[in-house]
Each structure stands twice: as C-alpha cells, then as structure tokens.
C-alpha cells in the first residue's frame, strides 16, 4: 500500500469513528433526558396527590358556616418536561406521548384556573363561579394524578384511556362531591 491509501483509509475510519462517537453522545443525552423527565413524573405523582386534597377540601368547604377562603397553591410547573420533551419526543412509544399529553393538558388547565382564581377571586366572582372553579381545579388534578400514577406503574407503555377502572372509579366519586358543594340556587 502507498502512502496515499494509507491516509485514505486513515481518514476512513476516522470519519467513521467520529460519527460512531456522536451516535454514542446522542444516544446517552436522550436516555438522560427520558430519565430526567420521568423522574420528575415520578415527582409530580406525589404533588399531585397532595394538591387534589387541598383542592379537594377547599371545594368542599367553601361557602359552608362563612368560610370563604380555599387553597390550591401555586401552579404545577413541569420544567423538565416542557424544557427537553420536544427533544425526545419521538424516542417514546405513541402510548407514552399520549399519556404524557393528557397529563399535560390536565395540568395546563389547573394552572389556568389558578390563575382565574387570583384574578376574579377579590370580590368579582361570585360565590357559585368559585365553588366552580374549585371543583374543576379538583376534576383537573384529580385526573392528572389518575393518568400520571397509572402511567408510571406501567412505565407508561400502557395507553390510560378513559375507560380504564382508575379513571371510571374517580368519575363514580364526582357525584356525592357536587352534592356538597356550596352552590347558591
């Protein structure tokens, strides 16, 4: 072989050994960002949890013996998720996008009345538009905790449907909730 095949084959096998690299770097960066979001998904199930029972005893209690306050707290954040998803979406299985995609538009909407509440709740809403709101703000955290501890028992390679026993069995509780409500007729 002449020197010229010899660099040839040099610079060859260092091009390939140079894609191979970041095949390898790509590779390694979307299995962290998976764990990355799925871990805070992990996170959120407990948040949740814990914001549906607020929730849950503010609609209950608003209205009832002068109590006009509630608590929901601040918004649900999902930074690691909104921050890299659209990175590695297409790494997930279409059961996974869908779960991740109800999820995200259940907390979406809690946090949009959040923040109706903080804007209307001084005096210009009335007290049924409140224990409305209250009550959807329940439904909203109630259904994201549903499909985001569904999902993660099965790693979300399951799709949650809407005829799956978790979210049947939460609808089935809605009734004896409304019946507490404060709605002034």
């Known amino acids: 072989m002449d020197r010229l095949q010899i660099a040839l084959i040099a610079l060859v096998v260092g091009w390939g050994l140079s894609q191979l690299t970041e095949l390898i770097k790509s590779k390694c960066k979307i ?18 949890d814990e914001r549906k029972r607020t929730v849950k005893k503010s609609a209950s ?11 929901l707290g601040a918004p649900v954040s999902t930074l690691v998720l909104d921050a890299f998803y659209c990175d590695v ?35 210009t809403a ?16 109630a259904f994201a905790s549903v499909y985001i501890k569904e999902a993660n028992k099965v790693g979300g390679s399951v799709k949650i449907a809407d005829d799956h026993k978790s979210l049947i069995q939460l609808r089935s509780e809605f009734p004896d909730l409304i019946a507490k409500l404060a709605i002034k007729s």
């Open 31 to 48: 299995k962290k960002l998976k764990l990355a979001i799925s871990l805070e998904l992990k996170d959120l199930e407990v948040l949740l």
């Open 61 to 71: 209690e608003y209205g009832h013996d002068n109590k006009y306050s509630y608590s």
């Open 89 to 123: 979406a297409d790494s997930f299985i279409h059961e996974q996008r869908y779960n991740i995609r109800v999820f995200r538009d259940h907390i979406r909407a809690y946090n949009s009345i959040v923040e109706w509440l903080e804007k209307n709740s001084s005096g």
């Open 126 to 141: 009335t007290q049924n538009e409140i224990v409305f709101k209250l009550f959807e703000a329940y439904k909203q955290t």
